[in-house]
């Protein structure tokens, strides 16, 4: 019997408490001080409850375990949506100074009828007999040009024909103007991003030209929902604005948004992906970014109707009442996520679409796949990733990133590690121990 290695094991934020979580067992426990110091001490007083937990297991036996789950796991992937994001095209009306887009050259081309019926007549083929559904991205998508309008339109029409659902990601301007159009079709949501009220959000957010954008959100928002349009509404966040979070939840309970069942929301760390940020120094690493969330939501506890913060898996116990199934990789690139551009280019997901160099192929003109990397992609999880063959966090950190991953080592299979002990020690006092 052994000290399970992926017990993860540590003191729970502002309690005398600690918690014990094992993804492989799928138990969790909050331990008083007095049991803690028997892990601590590795002098169990009843051994057997921990032996029942998984918490103390015979070596030989966990790994068969392990290898079962992580069989499971690939196999229910197999079973999973794949989200196929299209970039129609990079261009965009907005001039954020954080757009990680911002520094690619864009190739001049527009998009023909013709492209996008190559991009349906290759998905079709390749992703036959999937579960799928359409993300359209940008730059911006929801532009005004008439030219833009049709295209959107012919994309939308091809999904319906093809029973396929389409999403948005759109920085929110012209929702208001094609509200009308999207009510037509299979809208799954459409993603919308303010980083604050008006100030904030204007001073980081304006069109090309310098203008103000929240207004015109916010009648577009409000049009959405109106017609029944799933809004999941995006704060992007770094030391700038964090404190916009508290007013930003405000505006959107005063507005009803946060009882409107078709409204949901989520939070974005602003961070370094490929192009060099004109103030890196704004920017928050990923632990620092959960401790400000976690210490402003201690000082507005309003914010949470707003929000509830992941905290690796604390909400999702919280919630379920039990922990999910083992993360054996957290990344979907080239899995169960696609990216395509409107120049015929493939790629494996938003966070490389459009950056020279990352792609995996075409499908227009010709199509033609780079199979040896997308090969790479498809074996990158926490059983190819050496430094995470041993991490006990390994089942609810999943590996991390592969983008951020090569940005910062050169390779794929390397690790991007998530805080996951610290992340927990916030998220247990948050939901569970909130009243110590
Ligand atoms: S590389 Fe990063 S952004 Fe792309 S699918 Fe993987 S985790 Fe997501
Ligand atoms: S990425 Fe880091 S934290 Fe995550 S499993 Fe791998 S080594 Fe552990």
Sequence with gaps: MYFSKYNI?????NSDDYYLVNLLSGNADILEPAKAKEIISGEYINVQEYIEKGYLID???EKKIYMNKYLEFIENREKDEIQIFFVPWYACNFGCDYCYQSGYEQEKQSLSNEIIDSFFSYIKKEF????????VFGGEPLLLAESSRKSVEYILQNATQNGLDTAFVTNGFSLEEYTPILKKYRIREVQVTLDGIEEMHNQRRPLKNGGGTFEKIIKGINTALAEGININLRIVIDKENLQSLVDLAKFS??????????FKTQLGRNYELHYCQAS???LFTRLEFYEAIYALIKEHPEIVEFHKPAFSVSRFLFDNGELPEPLFDDCTGCKTEWAFDGTGHIYSCTATVGN????LGTYYPAVSKADELIKLWEERDVTTISECKDCNLQLACGGGC??????RTGKLLAADCRPVKELLEMG???????SV
């Design 9 to 13: 094991f540590s003191k729970i934020r």
């Design 59 to 61: 070596e030989r036996e």
């Design 128 to 135: 036959a007999g999937k579960r799928k559904y359409i993300t």
């Design 253 to 262: 309970v005063e507005k009803g948004w946060t009882t409107n069942q078709y």
């Design 280 to 282: 890196q120094s704004k």
């Design 356 to 359: 020279q160099g990352e792609e």
């Design 402 to 407: 592969a983008s951020i991953a090569k940005n």
């Design 428 to 434: 247990i006092s948050h939901y569970f121990n909130e």
